[in-house]
Structures are given as C-alpha cells and as structure tokens.
C-alpha cells in the first residue's frame, strides 16, 4: 500500500483499487458466469474465481489491513437488474447501534498500524458509475461514536443525505471496506446487471460465519490458500506471509 492509500483508508474506511483484473481476467470470468450455477459461493465457481482468495495484486492490502494471520471468512457474489432494491445502510463498529455486538466489527490504529476485523474485497466485473446505485456508505464512519443516531429513512435510502456516498467503479476494479464502516446497498439504477464477488477477510482469531471451508472441494491449492481457508484458531497458527 502507499502512503496515500493508507491515509485514505484511514480517513474513510474503504478505497477503490483500481485495474486488479484485467480486461480478459473480467471477460472470462463473466463468461463463466453466464453458462454457470451461480448458487455457490464464488470461490467455487472455478480458477479463476479460486485465484481470487489471494490475487497477487491484493494480497499486500489484505496483509497491512488485517495482519499476517489473514484467513477468508465467507464469499459470495451480489447480482442486481435495473430497479432492484439493496439492503439498507448497516455494520458500524459492533453493529453500529447501542449494545451492538458484532464482536468482529472494529478497525484499530496502533504505533502506524492499522487493523481491522472482518473486512471485505469486493471484485467488480462490471461498471457502476456515478447514480447507478450498489454499494454505498458513510466515509469516516468506522471511526464514529454516534452512529446509532442515523435516522431510520436515511438508513433505508429513503431519503437521501449528503454524507451517504456511492463510489464509482469499473470493471476490474477492487473496492475493499472494513465492515465498521456502515455501508449498504443502494437500489440499482443501470440498465446492465451489477456483478460484484465479495470476499471477506477475518483475522486468524476470529469468524463471523460459523460455516468453515472443505478445502477437499477446491482441488489443488498453494499452501498459502489452505492457510487462508483454515477455520479460525488461538495461539500457534501458520502465517500467510511465510507461505507461496
């Protein structure tokens, strides 16, 4: 990461990265999708979805943002046509409401180290520009402390406020976000379909879905994969760091 991404992610508590799959790498994997079961989770759907668990352009992020101990929590992809609604803004620090307790949901800065709990890489393969809806939400809000305080209609996008934004992207792109951050998804407004495959990061320690990898399904892995689908554990544990 560079300085500047650092700062940013810091300061807003996502950031768009730019050009991670190619042209070819979006095509082909849109061609998979177009002929394919999309019921499973996308990890599954073949190599080049398998590659994702640590593409070798996010692999660095996923190491500065989460720590060394990284491991993939749960994946799954979200497809929308014109005029679908979304989900409603949610996640904040332990939930983001009073005596929340998504335990999991906490970004910290230490010493010129950030980390986060569970955090998401979101591989978009195809354009949502400006007003087209998909993901949204309140930059810098991982770091609130009145976040409960959200009024229920701007929580449900009925009503718009200028500190909910929507981040443009391109096809390619990755957009990651710590899931402190309150986010959501806005109702679709383009005329092609949203496609976007959202893989998310937990520390070693800790999970947030209670259904672990069978890493008999993936056939062959590097042992840097296995290390990254093994279920969450205290104490000793392999570092992604120290494997290929």
């Keep these: 990461m560079t300085d500047e991404e650092k700062f940013m992610v810091d300061l807003e508590g996502y950031l768009v990265i730019k050009n991670v ?31 994702l668990i640590d593409h070798p352009v996010i692999f660095p992020y996923l190491i500065e943002l989460i720590g060394p101990t990284v491991r993939l929590d749960h994946d799954y992809a979200i497809f929308m046509q014109e005029g679908k609604a979304g989900g409603g803004l949610h996640g904040g620090e332990d939930g983001g409401r009073p005596g929340g307790s998504e335990g999991d949901h906490w970004y910290k800065y230490r010493g010129g ?33 009145f976040s409960a305080y959200i009024p229920a209609e701007v929580r449900r996008f009925e009503r718009p406020a200028h500190y909910v934004v929507q981040p443009a992207v391109e096809a390619g792109d990755a957009l990651f976000f710590t899931e402190a951050l309150i986010h959501g998804t806005m109702p679709w407004r383009a005329k092609h379909e949203r496609r976007s495959l959202l893989y998310k990061y937990s520390p070693g320690h800790s999970a947030w879905s209670g259904n672990y990898y069978d890493i008999s399904k993936y056939g062959e892995l590097t042992e840097r994969q296995k290390r990254m689908l093994m279920p969450p554990s205290i104490g000793r544990r392999p570092k992604v760091t120290d494997a290929a």
Excluded at 25 to 30: F, S
Excluded at 35 to 45: E, K, N, T, V
Excluded at 125 to 141: K, V
């Design 21 to 51: 799959l190619t042209s070819d790498e979006v095509a082909e994997m849109n061609e998979i999708i177009d002929r394919g079961d999309r019921s499973r989770p996308p990890s599954l759907w073949g190599e080049p979805f398998k590659k």
């Design 113 to 145: 180290v950030m980390r986060n709990g569970l955090s998401v890489i979101t591989y978009c393969l195809a354009d949502a520009a400006a007003g087209d809806g998909g993901f949204g939400c309140i930059p810098g809000s991982h770091k609130s402390n």
